[in-house]
């Protein structure tokens, strides 16, 4: 006899009604499980395995007087070409330590989250809502920020290129073209030079499917919010054709005092197969606005019980920072309470609401893709794509102190609108002057990239494939005039192009304006070995990363010989007795040169199949990885950092895995060294009259522990699975940096100790629980419980310094860690239910997150100057974030 389990090669979901065919006309359809089971004589057969939007496969098997298990991972037809360029692991093939996270898990599971909130259900996974606005999300891995985790969509990048991050309210409305996301930890399988220290998060989008379909959806939830979602798929068409098309809109006033929300979503791909040739073009964006909470607080802010409880004072304003806006003297204002927003009434009488903090952007990605099957060995893929990305985040141009706070802890908006509006200059008499205005700071790009991708198979053992990464970035920086609130004008002297008496008004630009253009080429080879029970592979990947600045708001720059005269509004400058003016011809902005910084990866693993339910799978790798632009260029200048150098990652991951009809196991440990994190760049003196910045190189850290993940189905219809994370994330580093001017003299020395200091920002201690049960077909109830422990606070490692801040070490010199919050659990519940009106199925479900409506905290920052006064690395002197309270998602789908 043969049996086995038969899945998706990329969601490993098992697939019901799945064809078994053994001889013409004979076979066996798989279970709901997806388990099939075909009772065979002794001697050799060739088995037929299709389904519906699948490649189909032939195994051939043998019958000798046993049982024999053959587990079958079908490919969808509409993801070969996106498995070839988004490096998708495989399990008992791929070496590596992956999740993934299933379209039937998010459509039940995320409810109206964004994207990483449901990554928490895998082991290493911490991401949180942050300040609470929508898109506001941040995800860690295994202790690694997201600006260490690559994110890509269908394979390309999407970290931004000058800092690494990932602003999550670009890809609202993702969740509804998602196919699957598959997250690897550690350094992954992916061939290309991305910043994947903490892991690999890879979203796959649907392709087009078999046949036609329509998919109408509303949702609804807590504090207004409504969201209504269209989708559709062409099925293939005559000719080749193939259409997918979706659509998106959501609303509402959010579950933090004033983060509303509002943003659309549209998504487009057309393919067309050509012979051997696919040629695909999607398009997708979302361009929405949404209201923030910016800035941590003390924890009495928000309940001072709970602080209490924790050992502060009962009287918080011994410690409050009363300096800014979000740290007055304030308790009890609830766990919704947002400072960044105030009230007033215009001349008309109308009272006007204004946020303080709101976030607005559109960053729509276009690709035009080509994939080449030129023969069954042989495969040849090109993307083309363009980001454009449009927007920024409005706040006060001056710091708001306690003079212009309300009682209810607000912003006084009407004393800054009276004294605009009554604010005359004897330069501009018949206009008023703002004295507070609303700023926003823009951050638009242009992001082109190529991306070539081929794979060759040299025989049936072993498999080559390489290509190229070309991308090239220009982001566009600046600071503007947003909200003038009753006055006409402002000045502004940072402009040494522009008259400092010029009247600026609504969108002219102020204090900065710079472009920051980033160049990047890579390469990478891979060579794949699979033979029996053994697969390998090993890569080697190259890149070098070109940066340049641009300042528009710096004087202008003419080269005479070789003298470059700087000249701005209004200055004259002789030189060799001509003299020269903001008119001369030739005058050019002022710009650095450009910074060529190369950087490499080279990773390989092995995973060996003990037997067919069990595999072990090893894998290390070496990445020196390029500095981002912050710490190459100065911050007010186009001035080139001293001390660029490159960080320095290994890593080595050993693994187990079980898979059988009842049980599955994953469970792996892993070893990673962070050498030479950069830290804030610092000035000092180069020469007798010049200032030099250079960056304090030299934090190392430690992150390693063991991950787990488990699935038991206890019944036909009742499932339950669990993960376990226990991470050990320390700083190494314990050093001086000492800074010489341009005579090779020391000018300044930087003392930090960090060493056995925890690292912050992410919960060491993650353990998971969840129950799916189906008491009958087509209705589902389940529920998942998260716990989380050994969050220390976010610091800045290099702040341990024992010189400048003393308070930071014990009595014997050792550096005392950041503040540990409280430990926390999660209970989540979901339901569902779908029905049929003939061809039309109809889909109920609900959601109900932290359903105990738990208190807790869900980011801190230690000895957090903006909040407090104290620097005692406890609850006293954490500015903290607490995570969402008690909400519900209800949505109705229909698909015809």
């Keep these: 006899a043969v049996e086995g389990v038969v899945r998706d090669v990329v969601s490993g979901e098992s697939l019901i009604g799945v064809n078994i065919v053994y001889e013409p006309g004979k076979g066996v359809v798989s279970d709901i499980d997806g388990h099939y089971s075909i009772e065979l004589e002794n001697g050799s057969y060739t088995l ?363 912003i006084n908006l009407q004393d800054y609108y009276d004294i605009n509006v009554n604010n005359y200059d004897p330069l501009y008499p018949d206009e008023p002057k703002s004295y507070q205005f609303l700023r926003s700071n823009k951050n638009n790009h242009n992001w082109v990239g190529l991306l070539s991708t081929f794979n060759y198979i040299i025989n049936e053992a072993f498999t080559f494939s390489g290509g190229i990464d070309l991308r090239r970035y220009v982001g566009s920086h600046n600071e503007e005039v947003y909200d003038l609130l009753g006055g006409m004008y402002t000045l502004d002297s940072r402009n040494a192009n522009r008259d400092p008496n010029q009247q600026l008004r609504v969108g002219d630009k102020i204090n900065y304006y710079n472009d920051a253009i980033v160049e990047w080429a890579g390469f990478y080879t891979q060579m794949e070995y699979k033979r029996g029970n053994l697969s390998a592979f090993i890569n080697l990947t190259g890149a070098i990363t070109g940066y340049k600045k641009i300042d528009y708001f710096a004087p202008k720059e003419l080269k005479v010989n070789d003298t470059v005269l700087t000249i701005g509004y209004g200055q004259e400058v002789e030189y060799n007795g001509q003299i020269y003016n903001a008119n001369s011809p030739g005058l050019e902005w002022s710009q650095s040169d450009w910074k060529w910084i190369p950087g490499f990866t080279l990773k390989g693993g092995v995973n060996y199949n003990l037997s067919e339910r069990s595999n072990l799978f090893l894998n290390l790798g070496y990445m020196s990885k390029a500095p981002v632009f912050n710490n190459v260029y100065d911050r007010y200048s186009v001035t080139l950092l001293r001390e660029i150098e490159n960080e320095y990652i290994k890593a080595i991951e050993l693994g187990y895995s079980y898979k059988s009809r009842v049980f599955s196991l994953n469970a792996n440990t892993y070893y990673t060294v962070w050498q030479n994190k950069p830290g804030r760049p610092v000035s000092y003196p180069i020469n007798d009259d010049e200032m030099g910045y250079g960056n304090i190189q030299g934090m190392d850290a430690l992150h390693m522990g063991v991950e787990l993940d488990f699935a038991v189905k206890i019944l036909q219809n009742l499932k339950l699975e669990g993960l376990l994370s226990l991470g050990d994330w320390r700083w190494t580093s314990a050093d001086s940096v000492r800074l010489y001017n341009d005579n090779n003299q020391l000018v300044r020395t930087e003392y930090f100790n960090a060493k056995g200091v925890h690292v912050g920002d992410a919960a060491q201690t993650q353990y998971g629980l969840s129950l799916r049960y189906e008491p009958i077909k087509h209705l589902y109830i389940s529920s998942r419980a998260t716990y989380f422990a050994r969050y220390y606070s976010d610091f800045n490692p290099f702040d341990l310094n024992p010189d400048k801040n003393p308070e930071s070490f014990d009595e014997d010199g050792n550096p005392l860690d950041a503040w540990k919050t409280p430990s926390y659990i999660l209970l989540d519940f979901n339901a569902g239910y779908t029905f049929y009106l003939k061809k039309v199925s109809f889909s109920l479900r609900g959601s109900l997150l932290n359903s105990l409506n738990e208190l807790y905290i869900s980011d801190a920052r230690d000895n957090d100057t903006f909040s407090t006064t104290t620097h005692s690395h406890d609850a006293m002197s954490a500015g903290v974030f607490f995570g969402l309270g008690r909400r519900f998602n209800l949505s109705l789908r229909i698909n015809f």
């Design 48 to 410: 037929t395995i299709s389904y519906v939007g699948y490649i189909t496969q032939t195994q051939a098997v043998k019958i000798n007087n046993k049982t024999i298990t053959l587990n079958i991972d079908l490919k969808n037809v509409t993801l070969s070409e996106v498995e070839v360029v988004g490096d998708l692991a495989r399990s008992r093939e791929t070496p590596v330590a992956f999740s993934t996270v299933s379209p039937v898990q998010l459509q039940e599971e995320l409810a109206s989250q964004e994207i990483p909130m449901i990554l928490n259900s895998t082991p290493g996974v911490y991401a949180t809502q942050q300040g609470g606005g929508d898109g506001d999300a941040r995800i860690n891995i295994r202790g690694f920020s997201q600006r260490n985790v690559a994110v890509m969509i269908d394979g390309l990048p999407v970290n931004d290129m000058e800092n690494g991050w990932v602003y999550w309210s670009n890809w609202f409305g993702l969740d509804l073209v998602t196919r699957t996301i598959q997250v690897q930890r550690g350094l992954g399988a992916s061939k290309l030079a991305l910043p994947s220290i903490g892991g690999t998060m890879n979203i796959i989008t649907a392709g087009i499917e078999q046949k036609r379909k329509i998919s109408i959806k509303q949702e609804v939830g807590d504090k207004g919010y409504l969201r209504t979602s269209v989708g559709f798929t062409s099925g293939q068409l005559k000719g080749g054709w193939g259409i997918t098309a979706a659509g998106s809109f959501k609303r509402g006033n959010g579950w933090v005092d004033r983060t509303f929300t509002k943003g659309w979503f549209y998504y487009l791909k057309v393919d067309k197969k050509l012979g051997k040739n696919i040629i695909s073009f999607s398009a997708m964006g979302a361009p929405q606005e949404h209201g923030q909470r910016r800035y941590k607080k003390p924890i009495a802010t928000y309940d001072s019980t709970f602080a209490r409880e924790l050992g502060v004072t009962q009287n918080p304003g011994e410690y409050f920072n009363s300096t800014y806006i979000d740290t007055v003297s304030m308790v009890n204002k609830g766990l919704r309470y947002n400072s960044d927003w105030g009230r007033y009434t215009n001349i008309d009488g109308t009272e006007i609401t204004l946020n303080d903090k709101k976030n607005y952007y559109h960053k729509p990605l276009f690709t035009l893709r080509h994939f080449w099957n030129a023969s069954e060995k042989f495969y040849l893929s090109n993307i083309l794509y363009l980001s454009l990305g449009n927007g920024g985040g409005t706040s006060l141009k001056k710091s708001v102190t306690n003079r212009y706070i309300t009682e209810e802890g607000q």
